[in-house]
């Protein structure tokens, strides 16, 4: 007869068992449920490349808000598809801009929302570059002008918490000196800190419709390879004041979300985004993986690298699951 001492399958016998010692727990308090607002009325358009997406008018944007906070869902970050888009992205920062207005009705149709504003210019730019464009190349200190009025116009709306997406140098510093010029002292920065120029972005281009007309990001978001480069962009972010850190994409990057985590005390953020639904999305209706338990994998190994919160497609599932 084998003598083990240690056998780990001890403690996996039930199911029971194995949710006593289990480590790592998803919770509906953790996610962020990404909304894309549009233009009309009654509009319920699908997204090609993200079954179960939408692009919403606001009036629809109201409901799905309504029905993922009734779910269990506590948050939302709003995108916005402005009518009409021009080389400034002037409806970014207009007080009746697609998403001012989206989050005006959205605070007052919706109780107990935590809303979240996307800071950035690329949805509103005709050129789709996330800043001012001078020399061909987005201009780091004019966009930074831009993006501190578009955070205050954000905040003047309602939006609890200002989420700039743009990786603009200094960014941080002059959204919260703006903010607290105006008065909003107390609204917190969720800083999109470490972003990479990625290619799982793909769909969410397609769903905001913010592809850049020319060249790419890779001027302004992050090389791919690069780690040490992570922890000094986060580095920067805290000394200029954000409140919560975020990185993106979620799971090709797990390493970061660890190596972030170690370092820094404020809440962290992961992005599980537009590509990582998709791939997810697309294997399963081919019927090659099972969804749901592809969904909830993939989450709770966001969370294990040490991840707080989590903004997913998924959220409304997740909490009908759990
Ligand atoms: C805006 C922004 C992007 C995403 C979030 N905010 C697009 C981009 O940088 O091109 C991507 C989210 C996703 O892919 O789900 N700058």
């Not at 909304?35 to 409901?63: A, H, Q, T, W, Y």
């Not at 905040?155 to 903010?179: C, E, F, N, V």
Request: net charge negative.
């Amino acid at each position: 007869m084998v003598r083990l001492i240690h056998r780990p399958r001890r403690l996996r016998r039930t199911a029971t068992l194995r949710a006593m010692v289990r480590e790592t727990r998803l919770d509906p308090t953790n996610l962020i449920y990404p909304l894309f607002v549009c233009p009309g009325e009654g509009v319920r358009r699908e997204v090609r490349s993200m079954p179960g997406v939408f692009n919403l008018s606001i009036d629809e944007m109201v409901k799905e808000a309504d029905e993922a906070r009734r779910l269990g869902v506590p948050s939302i970050i709003v995108f916005g598809l402005p009518e009409s888009k021009d080389e400034q992205g002037t409806d970014a920062f207009a007080e009746d801009g697609i998403t001012q207005r989206a989050i005006r009705a959205i605070k007052r149709e919706v109780k107990d929302l935590v809303v979240l504003a996307d800071t950035c210019l690329c949805e509103y730019t005709s050129h789709g570059h996330c800043g001012v464009i001078k020399d061909g190349d987005v201009a780091n200190d004019p966009t930074l002008e831009v993006l501190a009025k578009t955070a205050v116009s954000q905040a003047q709306a309602g939006a609890d918490i200002i989420a700039p997406s743009g990786m603009m140098d200094g960014m941080i510093a002059a959204i919260r000196s703006g903010l607290d010029v105006a008065g909003y002292t107390d609204i917190p920065i969720l800083s999109y800190a470490v972003k990479y120029a990625s290619a799982f972005y793909g769909p969410f281009r397609e769903a905001a419709d913010s592809a850049p007309q020319f060249g790419d990001r890779r001027s302004y978001q992050m090389d791919p390879p690069n780690i040490r480069e992570a922890l000094r962009e986060a580095e920067l972010d805290v000394e200029q004041g954000a409140d919560m850190l975020m990185v993106k994409p979620a799971l090709p990057y797990l390493d970061v979300i660890v190596a972030v985590r170690e370092r820094f005390d404020l809440p962290l953020a992961a992005y599980q985004v537009s590509g990582e639904y998709a791939q997810i999305k697309a294997a399963a209706k081919m019927g090659w993986i099972d969804e749901e338990r592809v969904m909830m994998e993939s989450l709770i190994a966001i969370k294990r690298a040490g991840a707080d919160l989590i903004l997913t497609y998924f959220a409304k599932d997740v909490v009908k699951k759990l």
